[in-house]
């Protein structure tokens, strides 16, 4: 049974469950304020904006605080069963995933401090430019992720898990390509390896959007596909059940 | 490609494609009976009770429409709906009290075991020894707690001897956790006991006759939230040795108690399944309607 659009008989409740959704799709879009502004930082060698990036943390992980005590208020005082549960839960597990998203992008903005303390000579471009491409995919997917959480969309959602696919492929890549540069040239190695954190931190967020998007599955569907080696067989019999459903 | 992206993909491809191994038939058994259908596995591996097309009027009013249902061994099963949708008429059916209505008509297939309860052959009174029956509001005898339990082996001849009838009413008791408050004052009557300890020594007369499945038709409305938690975990208790079908208006009780539930709406049953799944992703629209109170 996917979710039901109804309205409750306590319309206080319907109130209560529009506020939390609002709130975390709030953080969602700060969040994503954030990695752009991060990336924004590193490309123009703004100190002042990765230091901003490094500060606005504060106001995603109070948000977290506040949108974690209202699931809590909501199960204690409401008893949500079914589609109810299953979003204040998908919510609850959204707003944790969030939350590192906002620590990547924390991440981020403390290496470019690194990176352009002003006492090492800044890195050469090609050191830098696998981050673009990366952290674009990265926004992209967490875009997507509020957008099919608004939405309920499961194909999205499914587009998400395997977008996560290619960020790990261009991780790999980047890495490679990092690895090839510092054992040509062991003067790369600071730079390089203060590279290979952003990366990491890019590659991660992509993982905490893969798990939002299984959040989603979860909400609207009721199945957990989350398992990674079950991930196969779970989406295989999750579309045998939804062909089923589609048939007359 | 990765391979698990390659995996995604096949899985994805396979969700758009339409698989030539997959027949009409859903993912959820669906039982047809006269174009009605109950959602989720209405049988199960060891039933005590089953129950085939059965069919209530109360003169020309169908108050129950079709129902099949496997009651299991020893499991607790909740029925579940809101008021009027038939389910304490179907609980009532399950141990004939409805014969006591005159314009109550059941028509249909009840089996307790193998023998079918509606047959001409069946003593009712024993039927009621073998499926014995807990009500909304305690109703002790106006006697004493001792009597209160002995009568039902009394008359059933089920002790010989009165050491023996005082054994049997001493376990009856403890099995109904209430020995303890009782012990010294077996000679009072019943009614001088709380509604909880009232509830639970008309628990311990049920017992007392060694029935196979207790009915419980809305047990814990009229009591307090402590002498509720109380009777829960009796009935946890209880599933070791009997089969228990419980009624209740509380859905936050048939999540804690059972382990199966059922859906009743308007007279039809709507839905069975495992509680936990009934509780987190029901199949049916009307039930999720119910248990998430939209229903209006």
């Known amino acids: 049974m996917a979710i039901s659009h109804d309205a409750h008989t306590v319309k206080q409740f319907d109130l209560q469950l529009a506020n939390l959704r609002n709130l975390v799709l709030e953080m969602g879009g700060l969040v994503e304020d954030q990695i752009k502004r991060a990336i924004k930082a590193l490309d123009e060698e703004d100190m002042t904006a990765a230091r901003e990036v490094i500060a606005r943390d504060r106001l995603i992980n109070g948000m977290q605080v506040k949108i974690d005590e209202d699931c809590i208020s909501l199960i204690a005082l409401r008893q949500p069963v079914s589609s109810d549960l299953r979003t204040v839960m998908a919510l609850f597990n959204t707003v944790s995933e969030l939350e590192r998203i906002g620590d990547g992008t924390k991440k981020v903005a403390r290496m470019t401090i690194q990176i352009y303390d002003g006492v090492s000579s800044p890195p050469s471009a090609r050191l830098l430019r696998d981050v673009t491409p990366m952290a674009e995919l990265a926004a992209e997917m967490l875009h997507n992720g509020l957008d099919a959480l608004v939405r309920l969309d499961v194909e999205k959602a499914l587009h998400i898990i395997r977008s996560d696919d290619d960020l790990d492929q261009e991780f790999q890549s980047a890495l490679r390509r990092l690895i090839t540069y510092m054992m040509e040239d062991s003067r790369t190695i600071g730079h390089a390896i203060n590279v290979i954190f952003i990366i990491k931190a890019l590659e991660r967020i992509g993982d905490h959007c893969k798990n939002i998007a299984e959040h989603i599955v979860y909400l609207v569907e009721g199945k957990n596909i989350q398992q990674r080696r079950n991930l196969d067989m779970s989406l295989a019999t999750f579309a045998q059940e939804k062909q089923q459903e589609q048939e007359p | ?296």
Not at chain 2, 164 to 170: Q, Y
């Open chain 2, 1 to 296: 490609m990765s391979t698990t992206t390659i995996e995604i993909k096949t899985a994805l491809d396979t969700m758009l494609k339409p698989n030539p191994h997959v027949g009409k038939q859903s993912s959820v058994e669906v039982t047809d009976y006269n174009n009605r259908q109950t959602v989720g596995k209405i049988t199960v591996d060891h039933p005590k009770m089953i129950c085939r097309g059965v069919n209530v009027y109360y003169g020309e009013k169908h108050a129950l429409k079709n129902v099949g249902i496997d009651i299991g061994a020893n499991e607790v099963i909740a029925f579940i709906g809101p008021s009027g949708c038939g389910k304490s008429t179907f609980l009532r059916c399950l141990n004939r009290m409805n014969d006591t209505i005159p314009v109550c008509r059941v028509v249909g297939q009840i089996k307790l075991d193998n023998d079918d309860i509606y047959d001409k052959s069946i003593d009712v009174v024993q039927l009621r020894a073998r499926v014995g029956m807990v009500f909304q509001k305690p109703n002790p005898f106006p006697k004493s707690i001792y009597e209160n339990v002995a009568y039902g082996p009394r008359i059933h001849g089920m002790v010989n001897t009165k050491p023996e009838l005082d054994d049997l009413v001493r376990a009856s008791l403890e099995r109904a956790g209430l020995i303890k408050e009782v012990e010294k004052r077996l000679e009072e009557p019943g009614t001088s006991l709380s509604g909880g300890q009232q509830q639970r020594l008309c628990i311990a007369r049920a017992i007392a006759v060694d029935p196979e499945v207790i009915l419980m038709d809305e047990p814990c409305s009229a009591l307090d939230p402590i002498a509720t938690a109380k009777i829960e975990e009796l009935i946890d208790e209880l599933r070791e040795k009997y089969t228990i079908v419980i009624v209740t208006h509380s859905m936050q009780q048939a999540a804690r108690v059972s382990q199966r539930t059922a859906y009743f709406h308007l007279g039809d049953l709507i839905e069975v399944g495992e509680t936990d799944q009934i509780f987190t992703n029901p199949k049916h629209k009307l039930t999720e309607d119910y248990i998430t109170g939209r229903f209006g």
